[in-house]
């Protein structure tokens, strides 16, 4: 079983920038379809990036242009980038599988807060 690791959230001002890592354990995840979710207050879990095996992305409207998401497979890891933070961005930050690639264990995610 995959277990998946956040990190890198954390307090930055509106207009900056911030890294997220995912380190996956316990199996390689290199043919998986990858994604990163995030949860606000509130609100309903929801994907916001993803990658697929053959390094296809796709990203929901509202990220589309800010954050880029990427893979080493070689170090079982995903990251997101994330440029021109905005106040609504503000949620947990989670990975795991994209589409049927969805696992059913989550990791504990990361807390990203964008405020002046």
């Known amino acids: 079983q995959v277990q998946l690791v956040e990190s890198g959230g954390g307090l930055v001002q509106p207009g900056g920038s911030l890294r997220l890592s995912c380190a996956a354990s316990g199996s390689s995840i290199s043919t998986y379809a990858m994604g990163w979710y995030r949860q606000a207050p509130g609100k309903q879990r929801q994907l916001v990036a993803a990658?697929?095996?053959?390094?296809?992305?796709s990203y929901v409207d509202s990220v589309k242009g800010r954050f880029t998401i990427s893979r080493d497979n070689a170090k079982n890891m995903v990251y997101l980038q994330m440029n021109s933070l905005k106040a609504e961005d503000t949620a947990v930050y989670y990975c795991n599988g994209a589409g049927r690639w969805a696992m059913s264990s989550w990791g504990q995610g990361t807390q990203v807060t964008v405020s002046s």
């Open positions: 990658m697929a095996s053959d390094g296809s992305t």
